[in-house]
């Protein structure tokens, strides 16, 4: 997928788009999958990371709504990830089985690493 469709994508006024189409115009990398998973499975496995996060004390930006969204959507779904550039920040996206069309996003910040690996 192309940069300019994925902005044209990011085009609603929730906050996590707003956010994912920031860190994007600020030189985030991105990836998509090549093919779509039920939208059932997605919901509950980020339903279940949802409660994780939530445990550790994060609350993930829209997660809550894209896991709803996504259920009601009720077909199959790709993912996709945008990391910021700078490492701090991801955002997950759902699209439609096709792509083209943004079902629901959700981000959160990435965890430091003080000492990486050598």
Known sequence: MERHVLESLLAGDDEASVAALATLRDG?????TARAQPA????GVFKGR?????MHGLE????????????EHGQPVRTGFIDA?????????????????LVACAGWPLPLVRNPPL
């Open 28 to 32: 985030a990398t991105y990836w998509m």
């Open 50 to 54: 949802l409660q994780r996060m939530r």
């Open 85 to 101: 550039a700078d490492r701090t920040w991801t955002t997950l996206l759902f699209l439609t089985e096709d792509g083209s069309t």
């Open 40 to 43: 059932a499975r997605h919901a």
């Open 60 to 71: 993930p930006l829209g997660l809550e709504r894209a896991v709803q969204l996504v259920r």
